[in-house]
């Protein structure tokens, strides 16, 4: 099953709606009860990712009826949700508001992630910024692009590659392990810069864009990294786990390093240790 243009644009329309009725109105007006955390102090949960969520949730089960949803807060209600990707003929993956913990501080650095998935493979991906307004979009084979909310369209192409001194990165350490920080870190000097938006939606945009040249995650959560990787991909960026195998959708460890190329690839996993 293939998603169709149509469709493309119905997913677009759904998440600039929940964004609108969910999100938009709570920024920076979250009082602490609204504010939850989960496994940890930048792994927080509020209101508005619940409420976003619900309304995309119901709006994919009507565009694509009997599809598989699996969203960020639905799974950790229900984690046994997570491996029916595998088998699902059609499945979504939803984050609500990627970026929650700078949503939850008032920085206005977010943004609301969904990838198809069929038979375990990612075939299409959205990425909506509530700031902006702006959208970036994917159809496995067919190339990334961005969308104003007038309808201006630009493609998508990933940047030259450069050498590791003039190298631009995302680099996520604080879910690796104290052993592999202990590795990475002292060797990120070797990059022309290195930062962390604590937004992977923004993230993959900006390495997808041509803005950065090497995002490096260790937790590969689908939500969080398969709408950005096929945007990645189809504006022609190279990508693998840590140890050269493809990204899937179905890990979610082993890491992954993005870049322009293959050559830039290998050069960033021996430069940093991985």
């Known amino acids: 099953m293939s998603i169709t243009h149509a469709q493309q644009a119905d997913v677009a329309a759904l998440l600039k709606e929940a964004a609108s009725r969910e999100i938009m109105p709570r920024f920076r007006q979250l009082l602490p009860a609204d504010i939850r955390a989960k496994s940890g102090p930048l792994d927080l949960v509020t209101d508005a990712d619940e409420g976003a969520e619900k309304i995309i949730?119901?709006?994919?089960?009507?565009?694509?009826?009997?599809?598989?949803?699996?969203?960020?807060?639905?799974?950790?209600?229900?984690?046994?949700?997570l491996a029916r990707l595998a088998d699902a003929p059609l499945a979504f993956v939803v984050d609500p508001v990627d970026g929650t913990a700078n949503f939850a501080a008032g920085l206005p650095l977010f943004g609301v992630?969904?990838?198809?998935?069929?038979?375990?493979?990612?075939?299409?991906?959205?990425?909506?910024?509530?700031?902006?307004?702006?959208?970036?979009?994917?159809?496995?084979?067919?190339?990334?692009?961005?969308?104003?909310?007038?309808?201006?369209?630009?493609?998508?192409?990933?940047?030259?590659?450069?050498?590791?001194?003039?190298?631009?990165?995302?680099?996520a350490w604080h879910?690796?392990?104290?052993?592999?920080?202990?590795?990475?870190?002292?060797?990120?000097?070797?990059?022309?810069?290195?930062?962390?938006?604590?937004?992977?939606?923004?993230?993959?945009?900006?390495?997808?864009?041509?803005?950065?040249?090497?995002?490096?995650?260790?937790?590969?959560?689908?939500?969080?990294?398969?709408?950005?990787?096929?945007?990645?991909?189809?504006?022609?960026?190279?990508?693998?786990?840590?140890?050269g195998s493809a990204y899937t959708p179905l890990e979610t460890y082993g890491g992954i390093i993005a870049t322009p190329d293959r050559a830039s690839w290998q050069a960033a996993k021996e430069a940093l240790g991985l």
């Open 175 to 243: 879910y690796m392990s104290g052993e592999l920080q202990a590795r990475l870190l002292p060797r990120l000097s070797v990059l022309g810069g290195a930062q962390n938006l604590r937004c992977s939606a923004h993230e993959w945009w900006h390495a997808a864009a041509g803005n950065l040249q090497l995002l490096v995650y260790n937790r590969l959560m689908p939500w969080d990294h398969a709408p950005g990787w096929l945007l990645h991909r189809e504006a022609g960026g190279y990508s693998a786990r840590f140890d």
């Open 57 to 81: 949730a119901a709006g994919l089960a009507r565009i694509f009826p009997g599809c598989l949803v699996v969203g960020e807060e639905g799974c950790a209600a229900d984690p046994a949700l």
């Open 113 to 171: 992630m969904v990838a198809a998935i069929r038979h375990g493979e990612t075939i299409a991906s959205w990425i909506y910024d509530p700031i902006t307004r702006d959208i970036a979009m994917a159809l496995r084979g067919e190339g990334a692009f961005t969308e104003t909310p007038d309808g201006l369209r630009r493609d998508m192409r990933v940047g030259t590659a450069q050498p590791l001194s003039r190298t631009v990165g995302m680099v």
